[in-house]
């Protein structure tokens, strides 16, 4: 394979800029050439690419967003979309194409690899961790520490007012930011879309709290249930401590990626271009009892995320 295209897709996430540099500088290393191909999947059918030399990728490891910038195209899902999306990489003489994005964006994918033949792998670069076949998404350790360092600092105010905070944190129909950031930030109670809450068991664990000389509580809801100010004034009636919603909001895409993601980046990245330099296509990376891996993109994309409802019990057990 001589020639590959990379483009960024869906959500941006930060490490998506350190998984670009992996890639770029792997297939440099193997001798192919690449093309940065921007704004996702609308750049692949605008025919919007760049060439990626050693150095377009120097400086950018720390930084968050993406360099090739990203979208949400409808257009893909349509089969003229496509096959202009095609049209193009067949032009450009791309042989191989890597994807960085979420489950959507690893639609488009199992689309071009299946139904046209393009060798395509998958880097899963989502805050929300709500793909099944990985430990982890790209971005997500960096989303859940922005929001530790902001529950931080509510729980200072919080507790001086004596206070109970309503903190909504993002990942669309999955509850993993909620459960990993209330888990390492002490919070009393998390609330997420895979289980179902009940207002008078949390009225009665706050109310346990307090007995026992808590000044505030932390409630962590995650967007797919609903909203903080939504919650917020369900709570309100049912307690005589004032409920302070905040939504943390798009703060969590942004921001210089921690080490794990970076990690992560760097060994997803050479992967996929490693995967693509041996002919093989139709895949994605990931990482699984800390080992890095790949797997079928049609797999990976019908498995259902689970819930780790042992986290959860160990946050009830341990947050009160
Ligand atoms: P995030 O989880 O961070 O939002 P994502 O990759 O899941 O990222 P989506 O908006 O779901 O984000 O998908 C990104 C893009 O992938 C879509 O805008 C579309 O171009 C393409 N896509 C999504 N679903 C499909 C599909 N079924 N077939 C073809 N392309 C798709």
């Given at each position: 394979?001589?020639?590959?295209?990379?483009?960024?897709?869906?959500?941006?996430?930060?490490?998506?800029?350190?998984?670009?540099?992996?890639?770029?500088?792997?297939?440099?290393?193997?001798?192919m050439?690449?093309?940065?191909i921007q704004?996702?999947y609308?750049?692949?059918?605008?025919?919007?690419?760049?060439?990626m030399?050693?150095?377009?990728?120097?400086?950018?490891?720390?930084?968050?967003?993406?360099k090739?910038?990203t979208?949400?195209?409808?257009?893909?899902?349509?089969?003229?979309?496509?096959?202009?999306?095609?049209?193009t990489?067949k032009?450009?003489g791309?042989?191989?194409?890597?994807?960085?994005?979420?489950?959507?964006?690893?639609?488009?994918?199992?689309?071009?690899?299946?139904?046209?033949?393009?060798?395509?792998?998958?880097?899963?670069?989502?805050?929300?961790?709500?793909?099944?076949?990985?430990?982890?998404?790209?971005?997500?350790?960096?989303?859940?520490?922005t929001?530790?360092?902001?529950?931080?600092?509510?729980?200072?105010?919080m507790t001086s007012?004596?206070?109970?905070?309503?903190?909504?944190?993002?990942?669309r129909?999955?509850?993993?930011?909620?459960?990993?950031?209330?888990?390492?930030?002490?919070?009393?109670?998390?609330?997420?879309?895979?289980?179902?809450?009940?207002?008078?068991?949390?009225?009665?664990?706050?109310?346990?709290?307090?007995?026992?000389?808590?000044?505030?509580?932390?409630?962590?809801?995650?967007?797919?249930?609903m909203?903080?100010?939504?919650?917020?004034?369900?709570?309100?009636?049912?307690?005589?401590?004032?409920?302070?919603?905040t939504?943390?909001?798009?703060?969590?895409?942004?921001?210089?990626?921690?080490?794990?993601d970076?990690m992560l980046?760097?060994?997803?990245?050479?992967?996929?271009?490693?995967?693509?330099?041996?002919?093989?296509?139709?895949?994605?990376?990931?990482i699984?009892?800390?080992?890095?891996?790949?797997?079928?993109?049609?797999?990976?994309?019908?498995?259902?995320?689970?819930?780790?409802?042992?986290?959860?019990?160990?946050?009830?057990?341990?947050?009160m």
């Amino acid at each position: 394979m001589k020639r590959i295209g990379l483009l960024t897709s869906g959500g941006d996430a930060p490490g998506m800029n350190a998984a670009i540099r992996a890639v770029v500088r792997t297939a440099i290393y193997y001798g192919m050439e690449v093309y940065g191909i921007q704004r996702g999947y609308s750049g692949l059918m605008d025919d919007d690419m760049i060439p990626m030399e050693m150095r377009s990728v120097s400086n950018i490891v720390q930084c968050g967003g993406t360099k090739l910038r990203t979208a949400r195209c409808l257009e893909m899902l349509t089969v003229e979309g496509q096959k202009k999306a095609v049209d193009t990489i067949k032009r450009r003489g791309i042989e191989g194409l890597v994807v960085i994005g979420g489950d959507g964006s690893f639609r488009g994918a199992k689309v071009l690899s299946e139904t046209y033949g393009i060798p395509t792998i998958g880097i899963p670069g989502t805050i929300d961790n709500d793909l099944e076949y990985t430990d982890y998404t790209l971005g997500f350790d960096t989303a859940v520490n922005t929001c530790l360092d902001i529950i931080n600092k509510l729980r200072d105010t919080m507790t001086s007012h004596e206070r109970i905070s309503v903190v909504e944190v993002m990942g669309r129909h999955c509850g993993d930011i909620a459960l990993y950031s209330g888990i390492a930030s002490g919070a009393e109670i998390i609330v997420v879309p895979e289980i179902k809450f009940n207002l008078d068991d949390i009225v009665m664990r706050i109310n346990r709290s307090r007995a026992s000389g808590k000044h505030s509580n932390i409630i962590v809801v995650a967007e797919g249930v609903m909203s903080a100010d939504e919650f917020a004034k369900q709570l309100q009636p049912y307690t005589s401590y004032p409920v302070r919603p905040t939504c943390i909001g798009h703060v969590q895409r942004g921001g210089s990626p921690s080490m794990a993601d970076r990690m992560l980046a760097a060994q997803f990245g050479n992967k996929a271009v490693r995967l693509l330099k041996d002919g093989i296509g139709n895949r994605v990376v990931g990482i699984k009892d800390n080992k890095i891996i790949d797997m079928d993109i049609i797999e990976a994309v019908s498995m259902k995320k689970v819930f780790n409802h042992e986290l959860y019990e160990t946050l009830q057990m341990i947050s009160m």
